[in-house]
């Protein structure tokens, strides 16, 4: 496995403050990040991860969609996770935080109903890449869910010409098996019986994708659309 760093949200933590307005703007992610906590149909009772946190968007979202749930985030970067939580203090709910990176998980074997990441895994190298599968995989129950939005296979070539602009920021080499769709292909192979591409969605910044992975057992099949 190569050695794991950490990537700043944008690359360069001085642009770490312009991260949630950068998303924002570029990315639908309202909309994106809506549809993925709908996909993981999250419910009461459950225990439930944000991998590479940031900002805690995702994260405040899930809570308020599904305040009896249990929400744990976890980043890298400790200005993201200071964010994180004055931004938890700010919408009034107490919520778990900790930093680590993201292929060795300071949580027990089958700890997790549900693993939700947004925009991460384009961060990492394919064997940083393979290494988080595992490590989600680990801390995931055996009826468990990993549920993931990132840049997918360009959808046409327009998408992929908006692209260039997230892999001159991100690097070529790990953005590399994102625009050629190959996260599911990923996914099976750090040991998940079945994931998939769900949905697409059409940004200012490319063709951004849902997947679902679980541990154990099989979803419906089904390709994924675009909206």
Not at 69 to 88: H, N, S, T, Y
Not at 108 to 113: G, I, M, T, V, W
Not at 186 to 196: D, S, T, V
Request: aromatic share 8%; net charge positive; with cysteine.
């Amino acid at each position: 496995m190569t050695e794991q760093r950490y990537v700043s949200a944008l690359a360069y933590r001085s642009l770490t403050a312009l991260y949630d307005p950068v998303v924002r703007f570029t990315s639908r992610e309202s909309r994106f990040k809506t549809a993925l906590l709908q996909q993981a149909e999250l419910s009461a009772g459950q225990r439930v991860l944000d991998l590479a946190c940031g900002t805690a968007t995702l994260t405040l979202l899930a809570k308020q969609l599904q305040p009896q749930a249990e929400f744990v985030g976890v980043d890298g970067d400790p200005q993201m996770l200071d964010r994180a939580r004055r931004k938890a203090v700010v919408a009034g709910v107490t919520m778990q935080f900790d930093e680590s990176l993201s292929h060795q998980l300071p949580y027990a074997d089958a700890s997790f109903d549900r693993v939700l990441s947004s925009l991460f895994f384009h961060h990492l190298n394919r064997a940083n890449k393979l290494s988080t599968l595992r490590e989600v995989r680990r801390v995931l129950k055996p009826d468990g869910e990993l549920h993931v939005a990132d840049w997918g296979k360009a959808a046409n070539g327009l998408m992929r010409t908006l692209f260039y602009g997230v892999q001159l920021l991100d690097g070529f080499a790990n953005t590399a098996d994102n625009v050629t769709g190959q996260l599911p292909k990923l996914m099976l192979e750090a040991g998940f019986i079945q994931a998939r591409e769900t949905k697409r969605f059409a940004t200012a910044l490319g063709t951004l994708s849902l997947y679902r992975a679980r541990p154990t057992g099989v979803f419906d099949s089904g390709a994924g659309s675009t909206v």
